[in-house]
């Protein structure tokens, strides 16, 4: 018997959504219909933090309580529309990645389980050179948002004392996330340095609150910046994006003003809709004006502990220093 299955216009396409009653969030019982509308309702905001970027993709088919397919290839089967660019991986190996270009492409990749959206932050025009710095604020063991919350209030004042707006958003957990806009000059390797230098600016002026330490037996309770979310092939998800957790939270864009009393427990796939459709996409500036990375270039420069480990899939890269976590290299020592 075949699937029962609806079809949605969606802008200049059809999407075909199978089995649209099954649940995909068991604590809210949405569904899978609930999970493709939630996309189309809110694509506009989602279209732009996603546009031309190379997309990974986290499928869950058959719900949230089911393992993850983490896929970074375009789906094999997929309709002409759907476009694809080529990615180099640390590896050195390629492989053609979902484009994201219309509402229609969330709204198919939805329909094949897709609850998260992971972009790379470069565009399919030059996929060497990132367009956007990334700060991953994540609360250790024992933390909730509201530590996320005050680092996110510091990494502005840094920020703006460089001339630098970053756009802030919920990680759809107890974390946050900023974005800002860079021109497109800048490799992945300049990047990341970038962000190492602001991780430690921002970690200077409240030690006891934030840490770059990459190692976690030296993070302690504090918020951790993962600069790393910098490197190639390392994704965070994209605003608006679903999670994978049975209430079905969303990684939501907020202003700086929203954030002081924000909860992420209130924005979930049924109440950021109407969210959006009274406020729009409150980042919808965040495309008028694209920084410079050179003044965090010159803090990188100076500062004479140098480059940072990298994630371990990755190739040993020049400068990186030993990749040994420092209980282990001590041990070695002895």
């Not at 995909?24 to 949405?30: D, E, I, N, S, T």
């Not at 209430?247 to 954030?259: M, R």
Request: hydrophobic share 35%; charged share 30%; glycine share 6%.
């Amino acid at each position: 018997m075949a699937s029962p299955f609806i079809e949605l216009e969606v802008g200049e396409r059809t999407v075909k959504v199978t089995n649209p009653d099954k649940v995909y969030f068991p604590q809210l019982g949405a569904t899978k219909r609930e999970l493709v509308d939630y996309y189309v309702s809110v694509g506009e905001g989602a279209l732009r933090a996603l546009r031309d970027r190379p997309t990974n993709i986290k499928r869950h088919p058959d719900g949230v309580q089911t393992e993850a397919i983490y896929q970074k290839r375009m789906p094999p089967k997929h309709p002409d529309w759907l476009q694809s660019v080529t990615v180099t991986f640390p590896s050195g190996r390629t492989a053609q990645s979902l484009r994201v270009t219309e509402v229609a492409a969330l709204a198919y990749c939805a329909n094949l389980g897709t609850i998260d959206f992971h972009p790379w932050q470069v565009r399919a025009a030059d996929v060497e050179h990132p367009d956007e710095l990334r700060i991953d604020l994540d609360p250790q063991p024992g933390l909730d948002f509201d530590a996320a919350r005050r680092a996110a209030f510091l990494t502005r004042d840094v920020l703006g004392e460089l001339g630098m707006t970053g756009f802030v958003k919920t990680s759809g957990n107890r974390g946050a996330h900023i974005a800002v806009r860079i021109e497109p000059r800048w490799d992945f390797i300049q990047v990341r340095h970038a962000g190492i230098a602001l991780a430690r600016a921002v970690e200077e002026r409240d030690p006891g609150l934030v840490t770059t330490a990459w190692w976690k037996e030296e993070r302690g309770q504090r918020v951790f910046i993962d600069f790393n979310q910098n490197a190639r092939d390392r994704t965070v998800v994209s605003a608006y994006s679903v999670r994978a957790q049975p209430h079905a939270p969303v990684s939501t864009p907020l202003t700086w003003d929203e954030l002081a009393d924000a909860d992420p427990r209130d924005f979930d796939i049924r109440t950021v809709p109407a969210r959006f459709a009274e406020l729009g996409d409150v980042h919808a500036a965040i495309d008028d004006h694209a920084y410079s990375i050179e003044p965090l270039l010159e803090l990188y420069a100076k500062d004479d502990r140098g480059d940072m480990p990298y994630p371990p899939n990755y190739p040993k890269m020049p400068g990186e220093p030993m990749r040994v976590q420092p209980s282990r290299a001590r041990h070695q020592e002895d």
